[in-house]
């Protein structure tokens, strides 16, 4: 499940901008908000996405699951920690 973030081999489809803002409008606040996040501050754990959003860890856990869904980020495996799972967008 996932590739690790940096890694030359990944061939996960990119969202053009404006794909990536037509699916994004469709979602509630919660996961517009892990989405800037993640835009802002690049790969982060969820643990790291809940941190800088405030939102409680259940609901960015929801916004995730919804965004991944929609394609809008992908879940990775972290270069530094092997067991975490880092979360980053697919827009190119």
Known sequence: MGTRVG????TSPRLSEAEYR???????PSA???ARVLRAEGPL???DIAAE???PERTVRYALN???ADNLIER??????ARKQVYTVTVR
């Open 76 to 81: 990775q495996y972290s270069l530094s920690d």
């Open 7 to 10: 890694d030359p081999n990944d």
């Open 66 to 68: 919804r965004l991944e």
């Open 45 to 47: 754990p969820q643990g």
């Open 32 to 34: 517009k908000l892990v």
């Open 22 to 28: 037509d699916r994004l409008r469709e979602l509630p």
């Open 53 to 55: 959003s405030l939102l």
